[in-house]
């Protein structure tokens, strides 16, 4: 209440990160690539390539020809082109608040792999994506999705549809329209 005032009986909303629905697009082939890509980027990369090996290391049991495809730096424009490549996304960041990297995944049709925890939970929704509560468990999601991938593709392009970048720019720009007449 000291910074925000009283949020009970204010005006206020939540304007997540958005991702350009129009520049990170699904790959035109709706299936499962033969050797399926598992990619991770950005600083998740980094800092949890350890858990990532050993999450490959089970996956690997039943998909001898999955490779884990691990970005830690690219450049954005190459970023698309990147994602579409992929088969899963595997998010491991704890508490991460609103991970664009995770909106341009699900935004190029690729379900996410994530530990179910900050915004990362709230972005990935119904058949986007798995939630695992432990690394043991990632695995198999990981397996689930690659069995199911158009499906869970297409839930994740729809979920990504949320956060698309033009009605974003649309509601600040009739926040500050507001503020500004006041």
């Known amino acids: 209440n000291q910074y925000l005032g009283d949020l009970h009986h204010g005006r206020w909303e939540i304007l997540y990160n958005p991702v350009d629905c129009t520049q990170f697009t699904p790959r035109p082939h709706a299936t499962?690539?033969?050797?399926?890509?598992?990619?991770?980027?950005?600083?998740?990369?980094?800092?949890?390539?350890?858990?990532?090996?050993?999450?490959?290391?089970?996956?690997?049991?039943?998909?001898?020809?999955?490779?884990?495809?691990?970005?830690?730096?690219?450049?954005?424009?190459?970023?698309?082109?990147?994602?579409?490549?992929?088969?899963?996304?595997?998010?491991?960041?704890?508490?991460d608040p609103c991970p664009t990297v995770v909106l341009e995944a699900l935004a190029s049709g690729v379900p996410v792999v994530h530990n179910g925890t900050g915004g990362t939970a709230e972005l990935v929704t119904g058949r986007s994506g798995i939630g695992v509560a432990n690394y043991d468990t990632a695995s198999a999601a990981i397996l689930r999705i690659l069995d199911e991938w158009p499906t869970y593709a297409e839930a994740a392009r729809h979920a990504s549809l949320r956060y698309n970048l033009t009605p974003w720019l649309q509601r600040h720009t009739e926040i500050f329209e507001t503020v500004r007449a006041t």
Request: aromatic content about 10%; overall charge neutral; hydrophobic content about 45%.
């Open 32 to 95: 499962v690539n033969a050797n399926p890509v598992i990619l991770m980027a950005g600083t998740d990369a980094v800092n949890h390539q350890r858990e990532a090996l050993a999450i490959m290391h089970y996956v690997q049991r039943e998909r001898p020809t999955a490779t884990l495809r691990l970005l830690s730096q690219y450049h954005h424009h190459d970023a698309p082109a990147l994602f579409r490549e992929a088969d899963v996304f595997l998010h491991l960041k704890y508490w």
